[in-house]
């Protein structure tokens, strides 16, 4: 199986910035795509940011300019670089790896535990 650990969250002030980390562990033989989704109390997860195989990279346009998606090939870690927060982007973050574990022949999603960001003075 797959294991995702995310860290780095926690109480920030408008205008500051944060790094979350993914760290990826397990019997993982291929990764496809990775990506950072967001839930708000009361709201439906969102996607904020996906990072391919081949290095391409999209974004919500709410977090366009602001936040950064990138990866660590050799430790299999994902990161979201957040400057600038603002207090809409308060929320649970969630990493997600589309990946094809050793011995098996498709690719599926994992998700992480989720971190929570505050974004508040």
């Known amino acids: 199986q797959v294991q995702l650990v995310e860290s780095g969250g926690g109480l920030v002030q408008p205008g500051g910035s944060l790094r979350l980390s993914c760290a990826a562990s397990g019997s993982i033989r291929s990764i496809n795509a990775m990506a950072w989704y967001r839930q708000a109390p009361g709201k439906q997860r969102e996607l904020v940011a996906t990072?391919?195989?081949?290095?391409?990279?999209n974004y919500a346009d709410s977090v366009k300019g602001r936040f950064t998606i990138s990866r660590d090939n050799a430790k299999i870690t994902m990161y979201l670089q957040m400057n600038s927060l603002k207090a809409e982007d308060t929320a649970v973050y969630f990493c997600?790896?589309?990946?094809?574990?050793?011995?098996?022949?498709?690719?599926?999603?994992?998700w992480g535990q989720g971190t929570q960001v505050t974004v508040s003075s």
């Open positions: 990072l391919t195989s081949t290095g391409t990279t």
């Open positions: 997600k790896v589309n990946a094809v574990l050793h011995g098996r022949r498709y690719y599926e999603d994992y």
